[in-house]
Nanobody, 128 residues
Framework: EVQLVESGGGLVQAGGSLTLSCAAS????????IGWFRQAPGKGREGVAA????????HYTPTAKGRFTLSSDNANHTVYLQMSGLNANDTAVYYC?????????????????????WGKGAQVTVSS
């Protein structure tokens, strides 16, 4: 059974930084991608960034570009999202999700696709 566990959420002041991690387990395939998504209160799901294990590519939406950075520990199937320059608009529950790269990337860009495996989420709260 595929399991995803997020960690690293918390409370941070505006302008500060946080690093989220997503540890994946329960699978052996290499052709997968892990995406980061977030959902703020009263809003829909928003794509943030994604890492494709298949070709080591990294993808960022405008929300993340220039402020957030992806890194990975491929041996342990863990993907990190380093977030800096945080502001109140970044307050949300952050989820990581895993599936084949086309599905994760389609979801990242707001198309009507949903990755098959999700973590339980990590709360990020930015105080102003």
């Amino acid at each position: 059974e595929v399991q995803l566990v997020e960690s690293g959420g918390g409370l941070v002041q505006a302008g500060g930084s946080l690093t989220l991690s997503c540890a994946a387990s329960g699978f052996t395939r290499d052709d997968y991608a892990i995406g980061w998504f977030r959902q703020a209160p009263g809003k829909g799901r928003e794509g943030v960034a994604a890492f494709s294990r298949s070709d080591r590519s990294k993808h960022y939406t405008p929300t993340a570009k220039g402020r957030f950075t992806l890194s990975s520990d491929n041996a342990n199937h863990t993907v990190y999202l380093q977030m800096s320059g945080l502001n109140a608009n970044d307050t949300a529950v952050y989820y990581c999700a895993l599936d084949e790269p086309p599905i994760v990337l389609a979801a990242l860009w707001g198309l009507d696709y949903t990755p098959g495996h999700w973590g339980k989420g990590a709360q990020v709260t930015v105080s102003s």
